[in-house]
C-alpha cells in the first residue's frame, strides 16, 4: 500500500526557514500531483502549494515569495521550502498525492512559528 511519510516540521522564530520532507513508499502507478496543505487550529484545511508530474507549480496567495515546491522522483519525495516564516504560518502541515482519482495523505508535522 502507498504511505507518504513527513518530516521537517518544528519550532522557528518569525524569520526563520523550515524545509519539510514527504518520502513516498509503495507503488502510484502513472503520473501523479503532490501538494502541501496545512490546518491552523480551529480553522479549515487549505492548499498551501502543488507540483505535477511535469513539474508545474502552483501556490496559494499568502505564500508566494517565500515558499517553494519541489520533487525529486528517483527519491519519491516532494520538498517544501518555507521561508521568511511568519506566526500565521503556525499549522499542521500535510503532503498529499494524487493520481486516477484517487488521494494519499501523511499524518502531518506541526509547524509553529513563534519568538
Known amino acids: 500500500q502507498v504511505q507518504l511519510g513527513e518530516s521537517g516540521g518544528g519550532l522557528v522564530q518569525p524569520g526563520g526557514s523550515l524545509r519539510l520532507s514527504c518520502v513516498v513508499s509503495?507503488?502510484?502507478?502513472?503520473?501523479?500531483?503532490m501538494g502541501w496543505y496545512r490546518q491552523a487550529q480551529g480553522k479549515q484545511r487549505e492548499l498551501v502549494a502543488t507540483?505535477?508530474?511535469?513539474?508545474?507549480?502552483n501556490y496559494a496567495d499568502f505564500v508566494k515569495g517565500r515558499f517553494s515546491i519541489s520533487r525529486d522522483n528517483a527519491k519519491n519525495t516532494v520538498y517544501l521550502q518555507m521561508n521568511s516564516l511568519k506566526p500565521d504560518d503556525t499549522a499542521v502541515y500535510y503532503c498529499?498525492?494524487?493520481?486516477?482519482?484517487?488521494?494519499?495523505w501523511g499524518q502531518g508535522t506541526q509547524v509553529t512559528v513563534s519568538s
Open positions: 507540483i505535477t508530474s511535469g513539474s508545474r507549480t
Open positions: 509503495g507503488r502510484i502507478f502513472g503520473a501523479y500531483t
Open positions: 498529499n498525492a494524487a493520481t486516477m482519482g484517487l488521494a494519499y
